[in-house]
């Protein structure tokens, strides 16, 4: 399931063949992923030239010159193939630019989106508006602030787009984990000096996972290059039963209908 770093490994590998380009075609396989696509997306695409690659949250934005941003969101199994030599089964659109570069956007399983919103009313569009900050710029005093009174667990409210914006499971568990915090820990019971620590952590395991995929970045030139997934090590995510680094045995539990990774030894 792609997360923020992938996300955002997908907006930098887009931008390499799409920045600056005007769109030639665009092609609608389907009316609907998990919601329907807009029926004049390719009248207001094609034709038009991206000026602007960005990430807010897991959803990726591009923008053209029409004051339309393209916004998709990868959902469970979405990923983006760039010049593809054949056309997939589960290629639910593709652009083609003036200059010959093909993209599809590919989601087997189609919990996916993709909308078309006024660049310059983004911000009050519903879904953004909602969105909490970035989990790459937050401070400490701010996530504070927001868990103040709150009794739900930390590591429910982290998931909550509204408190923090983009982060999922994979990186929840590894950030609780970096930072010694139990995440069965009411949300406001925190103190800010542990928030000091969870903040770094998330920032880190994010940075080194999008340095991660950057790294991958290299192949997406070549045919049938995908964006959107990559693999990592994680200390804690999906490693039940196996040994942590104190010597304690990594646990799973379930939270919120989730599974929870964590080592009771280290996280308090
Ligand atoms: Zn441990």
């Known amino acids: ?29 389907r009316p609907d ?28 934005l591009i923008d053209t010159d029409r004051d339309d941003t393209l916004v998709f969101h990868l959902g469970m199994s979405g990923r983006w193939r ?37 660049t310059s009313e983004l911000a009050e569009w519903p879904p953004m508006k909602a969105l909490g900050p970035e989990p790459l710029g937050i ?8 868990l103040v009174g709150r009794s739900a667990s930390i590591k429910l409210l982290l998931l909550d787009q509204r408190i ?3 982060l999922g499971n994979i990186y929840v568990c590894e950030a609780l984990y970096r930072a010694g915090i139990h995440p069965s820990r009411t949300g406001g019971s925190v103190s800010l000096a542990r928030l000091e620590r969870l ?28 964006l959107g997934y990559f693999s990592k090590a994680f200390a804690v995510y999906d490693r039940e039963g196996q040994p942590c680094s104190c010597g304690g045995i990594v646990r799973r539990m379930v939270q919120g209908g989730r599974s929870t990774f964590y080592c009771p030894r280290c996280q308090r």
């Open 139 to 146: 401070e400490s005093v701010e996530l504070k602030h927001r």
């Open 199 to 226: 903040v770094a952590a998330i920032r880190d395991v994010l940075t080194e996972a999008i340095a991660a995929g950057g790294s991958t970045l290299r192949d997406f030139a070549g045919p049938d290059g995908e």
């Open 33 to 60: 992923l998990r919601r329907a696509l807009p029926v004049d997306l390719g009248h207001r695409l094609t034709g038009s030239r991206v000026v602007g690659l960005r990430r807010r949250a897991k959803y990726g």
């Open 1 to 29: 399931m792609p997360e923020l770093p992938e996300v955002e490994t997908t907006v930098r590998g887009l931008e390499r063949v799409l920045l600056g380009k005007r769109i030639a075609r665009v092609e609608a396989r």
């Open 82 to 118: 760039i010049d593809p030599s054949a056309t997939e089964k589960h290629d639910h659109l593709i652009l083609e630019t003036v200059d010959g570069h093909r993209l599809a956007l590919n989601d087997p399983r189609r919990f996916g989106s993709l909308d078309l919103v006024r």
């Open 164 to 166: 923090i914006a983009g």
